[in-house]
Nanobody
Framework: QVQLVESGGGLVQTGGSLRISCAAS????????VAWFRQAPGKEREFVTG????????LYADSVKGRFSISRDNAKNTVYLQMNSLKPEDTAVYYC?????????????????WGQGTQVTVSS
């Protein structure tokens, strides 16, 4: 199965932008639906955005709609999350997740492959 590694996290000022990446191993990346989740200290993991296998369909949490954009390049085995107009409440560890199976886009339980996470910190 696919193995996922996130990168690109860091510290950014409120209103700034950051792009994080999810690089996948293996040869079956295009068969996986991919999502980004995030988890702040002391908080539950929450759905951020997801993208279909082909990249033709996307879904965003209301909290990030209009500010974040997910994309994928299957030729490079990579999914990206472009984050604009960042707010302090966006501070969290961001996790890439993938699944070959059907399930609710916004449910962490639907995803069986997870990366290690990358820290995004937005200062006020």
């Amino acid at each position: 199965q696919v193995q996922l590694v996130e990168s690109g996290g860091g510290l950014v000022q409120t209103g700034g932008s950051l792009r994080i990446s999810c690089a996948a191993s293996g040869r079956t990346f295009s068969t996986y639906r991919v999502a980004w989740f995030r988890q702040a200290p002391g908080k539950e993991r929450e759905f951020v955005t997801g993208i279909s296998r082909s990249g033709d369909d996307t879904l965003y949490a209301d909290s990030v709609k209009g500010r974040f954009s997910i994309s994928r390049d299957n030729a490079k085995n990579t999914v990206y999350l472009q984050m604009n107009s960042l707010k302090p409440e966006d501070t969290a560890v961001y996790y890439c997740a993938a699944t070959m199976y059907s399930g609710r886009w916004y449910s962490a339980a639907a995803y069986d492959r997870w990366g290690q996470g990358t820290q995004v910190t937005v200062s006020s």
